[in-house]
């Protein structure tokens, strides 16, 4: 079997690149494969909607008949697990091999596991594909205490989702401030308080040391590093995620993040990557993110740059949005560091903008919440890269636009 594209990885970077290469007009032959057994899906809509809808259903990019009329070869349920690179030649789990005239990594992320006395109980939970999803919404129905561990953005949705079902929940993070190294201790109390508003409790500043069971092996409780045990008949743990690294290549680094140019190019060549599973160039830097947006954009920029290379480097401002209850944040930018934080509206009323600014308060980053601002306003005073007046910028009479 041989493509002029081959991609491996049906997620959101791996969907919008063959989407938009044919798009483009690209008119190679492309073989995309992944190794779950459902059709290209949605992975954001997973701690959300889809778990508090009724559907069981994946929620799939376009239907099989999308691929079929775009001559883009399906290879599902197939796991590739080594890369010849003088061969040209991917190998997978079954022995195939599948020849490229240029392959694109597009594995994305898998969940960070913890190594924990009795952590395989059964109802100990971790969210990354459709099936996880499945798994959890089903056992969902059958419980009332739900323990989420790690309070980041995934942890913090579903604790959004669980509370629409009628479920306790306890989320327990081992930081003080939940998300306080992406949004500092000013927005972190501001999502904490969202969700004790909405009856969801707390346990901050401790970790997790085992978990106990009752006699069907199935999880009753989450013992902290406090001594304390937390009822749950159901735990959900969203602690990071780690690349995958089920692929063995010789020259590709692939026991970490991918190491990608702003054209996605990685150190061999005709081998590409994108998506959450690389790190690439931005503004001098090199960053990682692992956010929905970015695989999008990583993924259709490379569909420009594989039909006429190095024609369109990418760079284009990190962003990303979370949706819990009824608010909606949205994010521009990339830090996590800052020397300040600028504050623009009311924290208390929910409708605010948070500037995270350099020593010489050029902005790095922007949070704003329940549309108190518009996002092309903030992309343009961002890509502006200029100082900011901290009280011009707190004046909501100006708009941003014209700071």
Do not use: C
Request: negative net charge; without cysteine.
């Amino acid at each position: 079997m041989k493509f002029d594209i081959v991609v491996v990885g049906g997620s959101t970077a791996g969907f919008y690149l063959v989407k938009t290469l044919r798009a483009k007009g690209y008119t190679g032959s492309i073989g995309l494969i992944d190794r779950e057994d459902t059709l290209p899906y949605n992975r954001y809509k997973l701690s959300k909607t889809w778990l508090t809808g009724k559907t069981l259903d994946a929620p799939i990019f376009k239907p099989e008949s999308f691929f079929d009329e775009n001559d883009i070869k399906l290879l599902l349920n197939t796991e590739v697990v080594a890369v010849d690179e003088d061969a040209k030649q991917v190998i997978t789990a079954d022995q195939q091999t599948i020849t490229y005239g240029q392959l694109v990594l597009a594995m994305g992320a898998e969940s960070r596991h913890l190594q924990l006395p009795n952590d395989d109980a059964e109802g100990i939970f971790y969210l990354r594909s459709y099936h996880d999803a499945v798994k959890i919404k089903q056992w969902s129905q059958q419980v009332k205490d739900v323990v989420l561990i790690g309070a980041g953005f995934i942890g913090l949705e579903l604790a959004s989702s669980f509370r629409k079902l009628g479920l306790n929940v306890t989320v327990v993070e081992y930081n003080q401030h939940p998300l306080g190294r992406v949004v500092g201790p000013q927005a972190s109390e501001y999502f904490v308080k969202m969700h004790q508003e909405h009856d969801v409790n707390f346990v901050l500043g401790q970790g997790v040391t085992s978990f106990t069971y009752d006699e069907q092996h199935r999880v009753t409780g989450v013992v902290t590093d406090a001594g304390t045990t937390i009822p749950a008949q159901m735990v959900v743990v969203g602690v990071g995620a780690v690349p995958n690294t089920s692929i063995k290549a010789d020259h590709l680094a692939l026991g970490q993040n991918i190491v990608v140019n702003e054209y996605s190019e990685t150190a061999v060549k005709d081998v590409y990557a994108v998506g959450d599973a690389t790190i690439w160039p931005f503004q001098g830097e090199e960053i990682h993110v692992e956010h929905w947006e970015h695989a999008q954009s990583h993924g259709k920029n490379l569909a420009a740059n594989l039909i006429q290379p190095h024609s369109q480097p990418y760079d284009v401002l990190p962003y990303f949005w979370t949706d819990q209850y009824d608010q909606t944040f949205e994010y521009l930018g990339h830090t996590t560091k800052w020397e300040q934080t600028f504050v623009r509206g009311d924290l208390d009323s929910g409708h605010f903008t948070i500037a995270y600014v350099d020593a010489q308060r050029v902005p790095l980053a922007i949070l704003f919440a329940n549309g108190h601002e518009q996002r092309d306003d903030v992309t343009e005073l961002m890509s502006r890269r200029q100082p900011l007046d901290p009280e011009r910028f707190a004046d909501t009479n100006q708009p941003l636009s014209t700071l």
